[in-house]
């Protein structure tokens, strides 16, 4: 199962928003077919396990060990749990029930009434974790949320005229762009948008860039902004207009719900995780409405003196921390009880 997950891992970045799934077929206590789930649309994990096994013969008397409930509806692609009923593969073991309505115990259900020996629970909680986004989707009808800043030394994460250039270091920064591609959104607020002008596409790695969101209340962002060339999907949250043009949508949202009505309204598109990169007011917000899961926060060794304050957590727990050429790098997560 710890390579099945291993496998599941490399579609990361590429099979959103369905789940990150690894399958391993052993014989004889020896692996003779692996796959995983590549690409949105394509075959299942199962799928390319089966194709790989040379001698299919050796099927009924082997162990499937898949990270996710072999599914049992026809989605992009047929059922995998009939087609592990068809090979009559001896056994199957499954780290997680797939949260998927349209699927949730049925796979099992179909194995179970083929006569196939179904365990599952293997590593659910490392299952859980590979698939944070999906199974936060599913169960919070949000996306999962993760909070991203750079801060000095001194606790700011701008000069007194928003200038935030040269917190983080080079290396800090292509991390970031990493972490872009293997989220479906980015988000910023008004003040970065104006003050940074940033792209938010992915450039210092490879992968796909997410849909970059902004939140600007009152629409006083220019059209001349990076975040509105058109080149990827951009969506700005407003209170006063929806407007849709091309690539790029106003959504009008009320000023009392606004960032629960957000979420609801990503998760309507399928987006199931969103990197918001600041600024401190937007972060702050968030964690006001405890509407994050995870914190990555960059602190670097520079002092500023004065400036604009870096956002503050609650309710955070120390996940974990690595030094990047000078940069502290800080795991938190949000600690549900509180
Ligand atoms: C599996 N194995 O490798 C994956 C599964 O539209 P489709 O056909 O690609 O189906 C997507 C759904 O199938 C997805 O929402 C999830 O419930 C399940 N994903 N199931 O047996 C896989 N990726
Ligand atoms: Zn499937």
Known sequence: MHRAMELARLGFGYVSPNPMVGCVIVHNNKIIGEGF??????PHAEVNAINSVDDKSLLPASQVYVTLEPCSFFGKTPPCADLLVKHKVGSVFIANIDPNPKVSGKGIGILRKA???VEEGILEIEGR???KRFFTSFGKKRPYV???????????????NFDSKWISNKYSRKIVHKWRAEEDAILVGKNT?????????VREWAGNNPVR???DHHLRLGEHLNLFNREIPTICYNLKQDRQNGDLDFVKLSREDFLNELLADLHQRNIQSVMIEGGTVTINSFVEKGLWDEARV??????????IMAPRLMH????GKETIMGDTLTYFKRNDIG
């Not at 993760?146 to 007194?160: E, M, P, S």
């Not at 948008?193 to 596409?201: E, Q």
């Not at 955070?316 to 996940?319: D, K, S, V």
């Open 298 to 307: 960059f602190v670097a060794d520079t002092c500023f003196g004065e400036g």
């Open 193 to 201: 948008a104006m003050y940074d002008n940033p792209n938010l596409n």
């Open 129 to 131: 974790g590979l698939n």
């Open 37 to 42: 789930h590549r690409q949105f649309g394509g």
């Open 146 to 160: 993760i909070l991203k800043w750079a801060q000095t030394a001194d606790g700011y994460v701008a000069r007194k």
């Open 213 to 215: 969101i902004v939140v």
């Open 316 to 319: 955070a727990e120390f996940e």
């Open 115 to 117: 006569g196939i020996e």
